[in-house]
Each structure stands twice: as structure tokens, then as C-alpha cells.
T-cell receptor
Framework: DTGVSQDPRHKITKRGQNVTFRCDPI?????LYWYRQTLGQGPEFLTYFQNEAQLEKSRLLSDRFSAERPKGSFSTLEIQRTEQGDSAMYLC??????????FGPGTRLTVT | AQTVTQSQPEMSVQEAETVTLSCTYDTSESDYYLFWYKQPPSRQMILVIR??????QNATENRFSVNFQKAAKSFSLKISDSQLGDAAMYFCAYRIGATNKLIFGTGTLLAVQP
């Protein structure tokens, strides 16, 4: 167990609906990363936070995606107007001063 | 741009035997980190081993070791005395600069036969 939790573990939604995922790293993780993993592929970087500041966003993160990390603790990732192409596993990872990333179990999103 | 290539989509090994998973990468940086992550079915991705590029000595963690060939940009993972619990998807990853974001390969699915 890495200590990083994600909620929900699974989400099924209809196309066009909004969804929000949550990631809870451990308190020592001053950095938090979001990745997306599609079937048969490795995770792809979406965005990351240094404490509460969002420092980089991938081109994969369209305008329908938004992420926050209020107070530098938990983080949320919201997808508006979901599309079938958004179906994937969304992973978050926390990183402390040791420079290693610890992953949560992921949220599997299915858009029907 | 940095890329990571894993050319073996699937591998199989007998229990107690040794298996080597391949990974190559491309970068113009001289100092970087490489990682192997393990993702068991429906379970969290966990770090197996890491290698700092400035270190010539290959990293070792119990039954896991790497063969790091910097000039060839090769970073293979050797699993000795394979166990049933080693069955998983293995990802090679490269860490980029100040952001520390990871670039992953496409993974190698390892099956361990009893």
C-alpha cells in the first residue's frame, strides 16, 4: 500500500455528463501528479501540482478538464461534458522530497 | 523529446527461473533517472527499482536488478528466482527534469508459470 487513495475506484457515466475524481496523497507529498492510462498503454502525464500551485498541464488536458489542489492536500480532477474518448484509468501519484512517485489505485472511467 | 520503448509486449517465465525485460529510451539530457514500475492486475502501481544516470553501478533490490547501458540508452530489468507474485505488467519510465514527470513505455506483461 502506497498510502495514496483515490475515489471513486470506478465510475460509469453517460456521454455529456460531468465527473469529478479525488486523490488523497499522504501529508509528505508536496507534489501531486495526474496521469491517464488507456488500455494497453503506459500512463501519460496530464498535470502536476507543487503544493497548491498547478505548474504544468499537458496538451492532453483539453479545456473540458480542470484540476485543483486546494491547500496543497487532496486534489480533484473534473471532466466536463464527457466523451467516449475520455474512458480510461486516471491515476494520481504523490511525491515527497525523495523524488519517487507513489501511485494511487486509480479511478476507472467508462463513458457510455 | 524523450521517449521510452519496451519492445516486448508479453513475456513468460517459469517459477524460480530468471527473466529479463528490455527497455530503451531516447534523451539528450546527461543527468536523469530511470525507473521500473510493477502494476499487478487491478492493483496499485508500485516502484520496483530506480537508477540514477550519473551512477555507473547498476541498481539492485533483492531479486531485481538492472543492466544500465548509458551509451546505448538501454535499461533492462532482470528478475531472478521468479515467483508467482511477480506476474504483472511492468513499465519502464524516464523522469523529466525539474518537473519530475514520468514518461512511460507501453509495458511488458509478465506471466509466471508454476
Amino acid at each position: 500500500d502506497t498510502g495514496v487513495s483515490q475515489d471513486p475506484r470506478h465510475k460509469i457515466t453517460k456521454r455529456g455528463q460531468n465527473v469529478t475524481f479525488r486523490c488523497d496523497p499522504i501529508s509528505e507529498h508536496n507534489r501531486l501528479y495526474w496521469y491517464r492510462q488507456t488500455l494497453g498503454q503506459g500512463p501519460e502525464f496530464l498535470t502536476y501540482f507543487q503544493n497548491e500551485a498547478q505548474l504544468e498541464k499537458s496538451r492532453l488536458l483539453s479545456d473540458r478538464f480542470s484540476a485543483e489542489r486546494p491547500k496543497g492536500s487532496f486534489s480533484t480532477l473534473e471532466i466536463q461534458r464527457t466523451e467516449q474518448g475520455d474512458s480510461a484509468m486516471y491515476l494520481c501519484a504523490g511525491q515527497g522530497n525523495h523524488y519517487e512517485q507513489y501511485f494511487g489505485p486509480g479511478t476507472r472511467l467508462t463513458v457510455t | 523529446a524523450q521517449t521510452v520503448t519496451q519492445s516486448q509486449p508479453e513475456m513468460s517465465v517459469q517459477e524460480a527461473e530468471t527473466v529479463t525485460l528490455s527497455c530503451t529510451y531516447d534523451t539528450s539530457e546527461s543527468d536523469y533517472y530511470l525507473f521500473w514500475y510493477k502494476q499487478p492486475p487491478s492493483r496499485q502501481m508500485i516502484l520496483v527499482i530506480r537508477q540514477e544516470a550519473y551512477k555507473q553501478q547498476n541498481a539492485t533490490e533483492n531479486r531485481f536488478s538492472v543492466n544500465f547501458q548509458k551509451a546505448a540508452k538501454s535499461f533492462s530489468l532482470k528478475i531472478s528466482d521468479s515467483q508467482l507474485g511477480d506476474a504483472a505488467m511492468y513499465f519502464c519510465a524516464y523522469r523529466i527534469g525539474a518537473t519530475n514527470k514520468l514518461i512511460f513505455g507501453t509495458g511488458t506483461l509478465l506471466a509466471v508459470q508454476p
